[in-house]
């Protein structure tokens, strides 16, 4: 059974960093594309960022420049760099595989002075 667990969310100030993590379980991690997603309160769940089996990245134009996808195969672990948050960035993040499973707890980020 594929499990993902994502961490590192928080209260973090305009400008702020944070990095999530997102742990995999139950598959062969190596092999996949994993991705982040976000959703805001009231939108609809959106794609942040992809990263690929062979370390291919991809992202929003929204978070371009600001925010990094990295995974580490040893670890079965996804990660997102994020930098330079803005308030518009507060939602609950997921990550997910592609092809997709079901959709973890999330973790929350929200970007307040």
């Known amino acids: 059974q594929v499990q993902l667990v994502e961490s590192g969310g928080g209260l973090v100030q305009p400008g702020g960093s944070l990095r999530l993590s997102c742990a995999a379980s139950?598959?062969?991690?190596?092999?996949?594309?994993m991705g982040w997603y976000r959703q805001a309160p009231g939108k609809q769940r959106e794609p942040v960022a992809i990263i690929t089996s062979n370390k291919n990245t991809n992202y929003a134009d929204s978070v371009k420049g600001r925010f990094t996808i990295s995974r580490d195969n040893a670890k079965n672990t996804v990660y997102l760099q994020m930098n330079s948050l803005k308030p518009e960035d507060t939602a609950v993040y997921y990550c997910?595989?592609?092809?997709?499973?079901?959709w973890g707890q999330g973790t929350q980020v929200t970007v307040s002075s």
């Open positions: 139950g598959m062969t991690f190596s092999s996949y594309t």
């Open positions: 997910n595989r592609n092809p997709g499973v079901a």
